[in-house]
Structures are given as structure tokens and as C-alpha cells.
């Protein structure tokens, strides 16, 4: 039997898997697909000062993450470089910060995670958190799309760039955070990566493309978890989540590319 | 705000844009009247795509750019300025714009009618379209919402002949049925020559405005661009016959 802060930790996670499909379909359209695997790390200075003054590192991670956020909006609005490049200098700076800051014995927990029972209020802030991204991506899905097709064309149709930029930058390092949580700073890219390219290679339109991307995200957190739950019960759910969507990637090269 | 010119639908008066200490655009006078087809020649780097951009507001400029009141702006950029590798059927490019300015769904198959754009082709992905379809989808896109201003850059880049004939013949169409004013960047100046009412050419060295009869000459051309295009004046003489 499960106890219920493991049934709010599934679900969470499920939910969670429908927003980084998301998320990172317009990562991958961004070309900036990577940053999810390395904006993570924008999180460890924060996640080592938690450590350092024991306070919930999830808290502090999320805060530094915020900032490194918003720095990366700046710098790339100042430089006029690619976001992926802004995010790249942050990342590897916070990196270096983080990795001195963090007790050794914390490191590995801080960088690979482990999935926990989660307790209702971190249950009910993670909900928050993933609807919010789905609802970000929802409503500004055809922005997106224009300023990704021409930016110029975009903002002749008087989408705000500069705005945009920052709430799609806002929600990718809340996607990575959620992810965080149950998946630690190596993985959490991992769900935003993978489903999204695999279902890439699925879908020659939009709308099949989001669809794809959320059902092998959501198949691949299921049956991670279940075959966590029934086989390999020693083992963090995690890394097998991510590498059965790896498999679902490897079957997706069977489609001939058109 | 100065006023404009009462019938005018544009008045640009003393337009200067920069980028640093780069002046692209010096004070640039200019009217257009409803109706016209202003074309905007002029060599590489003269500003011309840098104008439009103002003229839509995307860039700080200094100086005045007056529409007349109720005037909705149509945009069709460069057809190679745009990502044509996402995968995007041509119904969620248009949709996605159609959604923004929260039109009804069937407008956009009215649109894409209107523009001869086939049925069919809303169900394609924006990738594999030829050159001139591909031209159509984004005259279609600046056509939702129904503007009376079209602002077009560069529209048969990269198109065979009979294509740029094709696009050509369409914005002039549609400028006559629906009576749109038209500002139209080309490198084509024999097309410039047959369809455009008004030419500017942008020029640091010799700037002019006027009808096509009068700037469109050797003598201007020459000083317009270092030296003088392929192009003769003998366009002059059967110009209305070679599209007939």
C-alpha cells in the first residue's frame, strides 16, 4: 500500500510531466533545449547556503534560480547574444559558487536528488507551480509561436518581445525547479529534453507535436514509477523515468524521417 | 504631434534612425496618399528594410511618422527573415495570428481564398512550400485583420521570374479590389517602373521622391546607386505591354 505522501508524489510528478513536455517543445522550437539540463545549476548556490544554514535548500535553490533568471533576461537584452550563451555564463558561474558552498556529503544529493513522500503542503505548492506552467504555455502558445517564426513579424503583430522572453524564461526555470524537487539538478532537464525531441520527430505539426511531447513525457513517468514500485524497489524513480524515455526516443528513430 | 496632411496616410517629416553613432537614415521627408503604391528603392544599406521597420514602429527613431487616423498596418517581411523549420502546418501560422486578434475561425480560410491560397495548403507544413506559396502565406498572414496599409519587403527574393510576376500581379490586385496603399521595397526596378505610382529612393549621396517617370532616369539612378543598375529606359516605351 502507498501512503498518501506517496500517491501526492506521483501525481504530482504525472502533472508535472504534462508541463516539461510543454515547456520543452517551445525549448527545443527556442533552440535552447540543453539550457534545461544546465539552468538547473543556476539553483546550487542557493541549494548550498540552505545547506550551510539549514533552511529547506528547495527554498534557497528556487530563490538564486529567480534571480539567475531574471540576470540572464538582462544580459542577453543588454548583449543581444543568444539566451542559450547568457544562460551558459550564469550557469557556469553559479556552478563554481554552488560547488563551493556545498558541504561534499550534500553535493551528490543536491546533484542527482531523491524522490520523497511529500507532505500536503509541498504537494499543494507543487500543483500551484505545474499548473501555473501549463496555463503560462496555454495562453501564450500562439505568441510564442509568432515571435519564434519572426520575431519581427511577431512584433508587428504587437507581441511585447521583451515580455514574452522573460514569462517563457520564467516558466523553463520553474519547470527545471519542480523537476528539482523529486529528480535533482543533473535530471531535471531530462524531462524537458527528451519527450519534447521525441515527440518532435513524431509530429510535423504544432498541436501533434505538444500532444506527442506530454504523452511520452507522461508514459514515461508512469512507467517509471511502476516499474520502480514493482521491480526495482531500491532504486529512485528518477533515472529510470529518464531512461525509459531515452528508449522511447531510440523507438521514435524507427519513423522515417521525412 | 504635428498634424498630418489631411488626406494623407502617411507624413514622415524629418525621420533620422541610428544605430550608435551609425546614422542609417537622415532626414527623410515624405508623403503617401491613400491609394498609392509607394515603392522604396535604393542599394544595399541604404535603409530601406531599416525604414519600414520605423515605419511600424519596431525601432527608436527621431523625428515625426504621422498615420492618419484608423489606419491597420499589414506586414510582410522578408520571406528568408522568417524560421521556416518549425514545425508549423500553414492553419497554425495563420491561426496563431487570427487567435491574437481574436477573429473567427473562418476568416482565415476567407483570407487564404482571397489570396488564391489553396484549400489544401493550410494542412501544409510551412517547410516544404515552394518560394511563391510560401510568399502567399505571409501576404495572407498581413492580410488578417484586414489592414489598409501593406507594407512589404523584399517580396520575390529567391523567386523565379514568372513567381515574382505572380506576387507582383497579386499585391497589385489586391491594392486595386480593396483599395490598399501600398509600400513596397524592390530591387526590381523594372517592376518598380510598371506597378509603383510613387518611387523614394533612399540614397545618402542623392535622396529623391517622385513618380516613376521622373526618378526612374539613368541620370538619377546613377547618382542613387554608384553605378547604374541593369535597367533602360526603354521599359519606358512598352511597359504595359509586357505583362499584359
Same mark, same amino acid.
Given at each position: 500500500m502507498h501512503s498518501p505522501g506517496e500517491i501526492y508524489g506521483i501525481v504530482l510528478a504525472l502533472l508535472f510531466a504534462v508541463a516539461a513536455g510543454l515547456v520543452g517543445s517551445f525549448a527545443l522550437m527556442k533552440r535552447m533545449l540543453l539550457a534545461s539540463d544546465v539552468i538547473s545549476h543556476v539553483a546550487l548556490p542557493g541549494i548550498g547556503v540552505a545547506f550551510l544554514f539549514g533552511f529547506n535548500p528547495l527554498l534557497g535553490g528556487a530563490a538564486t534560480l529567480f534571480l539567475g533568471t531574471l540576470l540572464i533576461w538582462q544580459l542577453q537584452k543588454k548583449t543581444g547574444l543568444a539566451t542559450e550563451a547568457m544562460?551558459?555564463? $550564469?550557469?557556469?558561474?553559479?556552478l563554481a559558487i554552488g560547488a563551493a558552498l556545498?558541504? #561534499?556529503? !550534500?553535493? $551528490?544529493?543536491? =546533484?542527482?536528488g531523491r524522490f520523497q513522500a511529500l507532505s500536503l503542503f509541498a504537494f499543494l505548492v507543487g500543483i500551484v507551480a505545474v499548473l501555473l506552467i501549463i496555463f503560462v504555455i496555454y495562453r501564450f502558445k500562439e505568441q510564442l509561436l509568432l515571435s519564434l517564426f519572426s520575431p519581427e513579424l511577431a512584433a508587428a503583430t504587437s507581441v511585447r518581445l521583451n515580455r514574452l522572453n522573460l514569462y517563457f524564461l520564467l516558466t523553463f526555470s &520553474? +519547470? *527545471?525547479? *519542480?523537476? &528539482?524537487?523529486?529528480?535533482? /539538478?543533473?535530471?531535471?532537464?531530462?524531462?524537458?529534453?527528451?519527450?519534447? +525531441? +521525441?515527440?518532435?520527430? =513524431?509530429?510535423?505539426? *504544432?498541436?501533434?507535436?505538444?500532444?506527442?511531447?506530454? =504523452? $511520452?513525457?507522461? @508514459?514515461a513517468t508512469s512507467l517509471g514509477f511502476l516499474i520502480t514500485a514493482v521491480?526495482?524497489?531500491?532504486f529512485s524513480p528518477g533515472p529510470i523515468v529518464v531512461i525509459i524515455s531515452t528508449l522511447f526516443f531510440a523507438l521514435s528513430l524507427l519513423k522515417k524521417t521525412r | 504631434m504635428t498634424t498630418a496632411n489631411e488626406a494623407s496616410v502617411l507624413s514622415v517629416q524629418r525621420l533620422t534612425v541610428s544605430f550608435g553613432d551609425r546614422t542609417v537614415i537622415a532626414d527623410l521627408n515624405f508623403e503617401v496618399m491613400p491609394g498609392q503604391n509607394l515603392a522604396i528603392v535604393g542599394p544595399n544599406g541604404a535603409g530601406k528594410t531599416v525604414l519600414l521597420r520605423a515605419l511600424l514602429n519596431l525601432l527608436p527613431y527621431e523625428g515625426v511618422i504621422q498615420w492618419a487616423a484608423g489606419t491597420r498596418l499589414g506586414y510582410v517581411p522578408q520571406s528568408i527573415a522568417a524560421d521556416r523549420q518549425l514545425p508549423l502546418f500553414v492553419s497554425d501560422l495563420l491561426? /496563431?495570428?487570427? %487567435? =491574437?486578434?481574436?477573429?473567427?475561425?473562418?476568416?482565415?480560410?476567407?483570407? @487564404? !481564398?482571397?489570396v488564391g491560397l489553396a484549400p489544401d495548403l493550410l494542412a501544409t507544413r510551412i517547410g516544404v512550400l515552394s518560394g511563391g506559396q510560401f510568399q502567399k502565406v505571409l501576404i495572407t498572414f498581413a492580410l488578417l485583420g484586414d489592414p489598409n496599409v501593406l507594407l512589404v519587403d523584399e517580396p520575390t527574393a529567391s523567386l523565379d521570374e514568372l513567381a515574382q510576376e505572380h506576387v507582383y500581379e497579386l499585391l497589385e490586385k489586391l491594392r486595386l479590389d480593396r483599395n490598399l496603399t501600398v509600400l513596397l521595397v524592390s530591387h526590381d526596378l523594372s517592376v518598380v517602373y510598371q506597378f509603383a505610382t510613387?518611387?523614394?529612393c533612399l540614397s545618402k549621396a542623392s535622396p529623391c521622391f517622385g513618380s516613376p517617370r521622373e526618378v526612374?532616369?539613368?541620370?538619377? &539612378? /546613377?547618382? $542613387?546607386?554608384?553605378?547604374?543598375?541593369?535597367?533602360? #529606359? %526603354?521599359? %519606358?516605351?512598352?511597359?504595359? @505591354?509586357? %505583362?499584359?
Open positions: 544562460i551558459g555564463v $550564469v550557469f557556469a558561474g553559479s556545498t558541504p #561534499q556529503e !550534500d553535493l $551528490v544529493e543536491a =546533484l542527482f &520553474l +519547470t *527545471v525547479l *519542480v523537476g &528539482l524537487r523529486f529528480m535533482g /539538478a543533473l535530471l531535471a532537464g531530462a524531462l524537458v529534453i527528451i519527450p519534447a +525531441t +521525441t515527440g518532435r520527430r =513524431l509530429a510535423s505539426n *504544432v498541436s501533434h507535436f505538444l500532444f506527442a511531447s506530454c =504523452l $511520452v513525457s507522461v @508514459a521491480a526495482l524497489p531500491r | 491561426g /496563431a495570428k487570427a %487567435h =491574437l486578434l481574436k477573429l473567427p475561425a473562418e476568416k482565415v480560410r476567407e483570407t @487564404a !481564398d482571397i510613387k518611387v523614394l526612374l532616369t539613368p541620370d538619377t &539612378l /546613377a547618382k $542613387v546607386y554608384s553605378a547604374v543598375p541593369k535597367f533602360y #529606359q %526603354h521599359v %519606358h516605351d512598352h511597359h504595359s @505591354a509586357d %505583362h499584359a
